[in-house]
Every structure is written in structure tokens, then in C-alpha cells.
């Protein structure tokens, strides 16, 4: 079991950048597959970046591709997510979740379900 405090949100104008992190507490953070997810009001929660246990594997959503940038830095029990370029469609609450899931030990898992941690959310507004 992991706990998980996400910061970093906050209001920005369209183009601009912000980091999010995500503190872990737990000795076995290095052992997880993390991952972060948004979800805007109305909308199901959708996937938008994760990194296995050693930061060798990532994968990005076709949304984030080519301006978030997802990290971690074992020995902080941290997670970030760097995001450039925000567009208002970006706008949502982000969450930070880690995955012990069989599968996650060998691939970056994708769908909420295969996440059994998550913090409680970060707003992010991108403003046009």
C-alpha cells in the first residue's frame, strides 16, 4: 500500500507549462508502475502518461505526446509530470495513481482499473 499527494495544479493561460508532482510514502514506491490520469467534469477518467518501476519504460497518450514529459525520482518517492504547450483541453482533475498488477511488471498498464492507488487530485486549468 501506497499513499499518494499530488500538487502542482493550478490556473494557467493556453501555452503555458506547469509540473505536477506526486509524493509517495511507503518503502516500496521504486516497485510500482506509476501513472497519470485526468478527468474532466462529465467526462470518464482517461490515462495520460506512466513510467514502470525503473523510468526505462514510458508510455504517453496520443494527447499528451510531444508536451508532457512523465519522470520519477525513486530516491524522492516522486513521481512528476511536466506538461508544455497547455491547450484549454487540457483542463481537468490529474491524479496520480501506482499499479502492483502482475502485468505492470513487465509493461506500462494504461486503464484505470489496474491501478489499486491513487491521491486525490490536482485541478488544472488552461485558459484560452
Known amino acids: 500500500q501506497v499513499t499518494l499527494v499530488e500538487s502542482g495544479g493550478g490556473l494557467v493561460q493556453a501555452g503555458g507549462s506547469l509540473r505536477l508532482s506526486c509524493a509517495a510514502s511507503?518503502?516500496?514506491?521504486?516497485?510500482?508502475?506509476m501513472g497519470w490520469f485526468r478527468q474532466a467534469p462529465g467526462k470518464d477518467r482517461e490515462f495520460v502518461a506512466g513510467?514502470?518501476?525503473?523510468?526505462?519504460?514510458?508510455y504517453y497518450a496520443d494527447s499528451g505526446k510531444g508536451r508532457f514529459t512523465i519522470s520519477r525520482d525513486n530516491a524522492k518517492n516522486t513521481v512528476y509530470l511536466q506538461m508544455n504547450s497547455l491547450k484549454p483541453e487540457d483542463t481537468a482533475a490529474y491524479f496520480c495513481?501506482?499499479?502492483?498488477?502482475?502485468?505492470?511488471?513487465?509493461?506500462?498498464?494504461?486503464?484505470?482499473?489496474?491501478?489499486?492507488?491513487w491521491g486525490q487530485g490536482t485541478q488544472v486549468t488552461v485558459s484560452s
Open positions: 495513481a501506482a499499479s502492483s498488477s502482475p502485468a505492470s511488471s513487465k509493461v506500462v498498464v494504461t486503464t484505470p482499473l489496474q491501478y489499486d492507488n
Open positions: 511507503g518503502r516500496t514506491f521504486s516497485s510500482y508502475c
Open positions: 513510467i514502470n518501476w525503473s523510468g526505462r519504460s514510458i
